[in-house]
């Protein structure tokens, strides 16, 4: 059960991360946003404090804004470290990837250098991997995707686990600290940009300089941006682009002028882009790039309106968000997937089976005079039993129109072939794995596994599910099929596993034993895979075990 559990933990603790990341691009100001990356450290991550430190334009570092103590925060909150004795840290320990660790032995060093440092006791650490108080971890921002132009540094301390973060807590870290950096990058643009459409509104006298100052933020943004009208014929045309965009769509300037965001859009995004154009505010979508490949972008508008005529043109960000996107998927999957065979786990499993049933058992079908009273009025009968003016047999969504129903799964009879098709679920159970695993270890075992999996996988059609539910026990899913049917893929599946698999240059082989059962309507998942679990039991003790071991 501990290892079912693992993509639950994963994925609450993706969903805290998502979390955090969302609240940096809530914040107004650039003080605020530097104090929500704090705050996420703690609220997100899984650490008691956290601290950002933020090079100011002399180069040594400052601390910006601190989570987790009061008393630290009102100790070193606007104390300032040089640039050579964070240069000397971000060199020291280990290196985790972008991540940097330095562990006590290592650390006591850095007791007397100039950078604020905030002290907590504790005891000696009694496992290898535990914290200790004087352990040190920072996590270095960039003011750019793959540059070296130092942002600032996040420092954190005091895990709640009270263990050095692994592999997936580095990997957490690492992406909210690339987040950071954009976030923090661009509440100063925000804050530029924001200044010169004030002075634009307010200082007409000034406008030369204003337009000047507004052109050198758009031009040298890293970011894209674009200005598109608004209104007229011409309504989301883009009147101007930066290198920026142009670079990222893979575009020149003058080719960008003859398109509107509309027509770069994918199509499934379409509707999307129109709600954030007319309202304003930020989404998420997919641009067309010159190669015809498509883009994940952040798009961010600001309506630009004139006291007089009302709103005259869009002001949009575009921001690269391909490789958090793709970083989103992988977690997604990994969270929703075996790691030893890349199979469907469990919680996937259920989450699609329990798709396909609902809580409402199917009604039998209507007698002749039943079906009489419904074509000749009888209301309260027709609506009792489900039944429609053409004889479709179907349930009402709650708040649906008329014709949004959902189809009941039913099972087919396996005594009498009535041609009832249904949802098969195949409870497989592999015969003689576990002698495998002790003669010749875990490793054997693991591979196995892996080869079962993949013969179950190319023998079930696209839009079949085979997963596994844990330890040598397998489901699959296949829908469409009858009685006989079901049978008949239950023996391709045993002859498929049956052949030896060779390990290491050793030939093994185990069998299978499969119970098939069905999904239907008032049932639930849990009733559904325990029911052909008991079958699976059954067909495995009608077998003999020599005759179970030859599948």
Not at 196 to 202: D, G, Y
Not at 454 to 465: A, P, Q
């Amino acid at each position: 059960m501990e290892a079912e559990s693992e993509p639950y933990v994963r994925l609450a603790t993706m969903r805290q991360l998502h979390q955090a990341v969302a609240d940096l691009n809530t914040a107004r100001s650039l003080a605020d946003t530097l104090q929500t990356v704090a705050d996420g450290i703690v609220a997100g991550l899984g650490y008691e404090l956290g601290c950002v430190n933020l090079v100011r334009p002399d180069g040594d570092l400052v601390i910006a804004a601190f989570a987790g103590n009061a008393a630290a925060e009102a100790l070193i909150t606007g104390r300032v470290g040089s640039r050579a004795s964070w240069e000397r840290r971000l060199s020291m320990g280990e290196a985790w990837d972008n991540l940097r660790f330095i562990p006590h032995t290592e650390g006591w060093v850095l007791l007397d250098d100039d950078v604020p440092q905030w002290h907590t006791e504790g005891p000696e650490p009694r496992f290898e991997d535990e914290w200790h108080p004087l352990d040190r971890l920072y996590a270095p921002m960039y003011a750019s995707a793959g540059g070296r132009d130092l942002l600032g540094v996040i420092s954190v301390d005091r895990p709640r686990n009270g263990r050095r973060p692994g592999a997936w807590g580095r990997e957490a870290l690492q992406m909210y600290a690339s987040q950071a950096a954009i976030a923090i990058s661009n509440a100063r643009l925000r804050a530029n940009m924001q200044r010169a459409l004030v002075r634009l509104e307010r200082e007409q006298q000034a406008l030369r300089a204003s337009e000047e100052s507004f052109r050198q933020a758009f031009e040298y943004a890293p970011s894209g941006m674009a200005i598109a009208e608004m209104g007229g014929d011409q309504q989301g045309r883009l009147l101007r682009t930066n290198d920026a965009l142009c670079r990222l769509l893979g575009r020149p300037a003058s080719v960008m002028r003859r398109y509107s965001f509309a027509d770069l859009v994918h199509p499934e995004d379409i509707g999307t882009l129109l709600r954030t154009s007319a309202e304003g505010g930020r989404a998420e979508l997919r641009l067309s790039r010159r190669d015809g490949t498509y883009l994940w972008v952040s798009l961010r508008n600001s309506v630009v309106a004139d006291t007089a005529d009302g709103p005259r043109f869009l002001l949009t960000h575009v921001e690269d968000i391909e490789e958090r996107k793709r970083h989103e998927l992988n977690l997604a999957h990994r969270a929703s997937h075996d790691a030893l065979t890349g199979l469907p786990n469990s919680a996937e499993l259920k989450s699609r089976l329990s798709a396909r049933i609902c809580e409402r058992p199917h009604s039998p079908a209507a007698t002749a005079i039943e079906a009489l009273d419904a074509a000749y009025g009888d209301v309260e009968s027709s609506l009792t039993h489900g039944y429609q003016a053409d004889g479709y047999e179907g349930e009402a969504i709650p708040g649906g129109g008329p014709f949004e129903h959902h189809v009941h799964t039913v099972a087919p009879d396996p005594e009498h072939d009535d041609g009832t098709k249904g949802l098969a679920v195949l409870f497989c159970d592999l015969d003689g794995f576990k002698s495998i695993n002790d003669r010749f270890g875990h490793h054997t075992g693991d591979a196995v596994l892996i080869e079962v999996a993949r013969r179950l996988s190319t023998c079930v059609r696209d839009g079949d599910t085979v997963a596994r539910l844990g330890g040598d026990e397998f489901v699959v899913l296949a829908d469409g099929l009858g009685a006989a049917d079901a049978a008949d893929l239950a023996v391709r599946l045993r002859n498929a596993i049956i052949p030896p698999i060779r390990v290491d240059g050793r030939a093994v082989r185990v069998g299978a034993s499969f119970g098939i059962g069905w999904a239907e309507c008032g049932m639930t998942v849990e009733e559904v895979l325990r029911s052909a679990d008991q079958r699976m039991y059954v067909e495995k003790r009608s077998r003999s075990k020599v005759h179970r071991r030859a599948g």
